[in-house]
């Protein structure tokens, strides 16, 4: 592929199963993926590790952001005094929004993604989010993705010259399953993500918290052994 025609594309990667797959599915269209991972006080910090990997198997560059979210707390994820939730009574309210979000996370991590676009004049930007077997955040969103792809090009060098900014969100409409499905098929290995809020220093998942839960859920409901390291 010539440099005029390459493709280059941001992959938000945090070594999870959804964005995983999202950067497999970025690499099989013909993009040039340079991933951005974030260690941004969160107690699973051993993800990163993961991404690390699947970056270097993928051929892409990778960059870890370090940035302090956790120091205002209001997560599970990052505060410490805050245990987080092992039974799916336990995320509050049904319908409401559980203790494990971290509040305006995907919009640093985007905002982030959209500043190293216009640093490499990549018009593309990957991002796992899901609406269907997601934890009720309010980031990932079909109103979110679109309210900040029109900012996106507000604000931007490239957007106000006319060379568009796209936020890709190949799996917001699927179910983990079919997220799970199409991996497989493009050829990922699941047994190099993992998916754990409370990730041991060895990388091993506790196999209980929601996130546990909604991967396990996904594996046998594509009749797919889950290959993943439980402690």
Known sequence: MSETSLKRAIVLLSGGLDSATTLVMATAEGY??????????????TEIQYAEVLAKQYDATHRTVRIDIGQF????????SIDIPERAEEDGEEGGIPVTYVPARNTIFLSYALGYAEV??????????????????????PEFISAF????????????????????TPLIDLRKSE?????????????????????????????????????????????????????
Not at 32 to 45: K, N, T, W
């Open 32 to 45: 040039e993926c340079h991933c951005l991972s974030f260690d941004y006080g969160q107690r699973h910090i």
């Open 179 to 231: 997220i799970i499905q199409a991996g497989i098929e493009l050829g990922l290995d699941y047994a190099q993500t993992v998916s754990c809020y409370q990730l041991d220093t060895t990388g091993r998942a506790c196999g209980r918290c929601d996130s546990c839960r909604i991967r396990r859920a996904g594996f046998v409901d594509a009749g797919v052994i889950d290959p993943t390291r439980y402690v």
């Open 73 to 80: 707390g209001g997560s599970a994820l990052t505060d410490n």
């Open 120 to 141: 490499l004049e990549a018009h593309d930007i990957y991002i796992g989010v899901n609406a269907v077997d997601y934890s009720g955040y309010p980031d990932c969103r």
């Open 149 to 168: 792809e029109t900012m996106a090009n507000l604000a931007t060098r490239i957007g106000v010259e006319g060379q568009a900014v796209k936020i890709h």
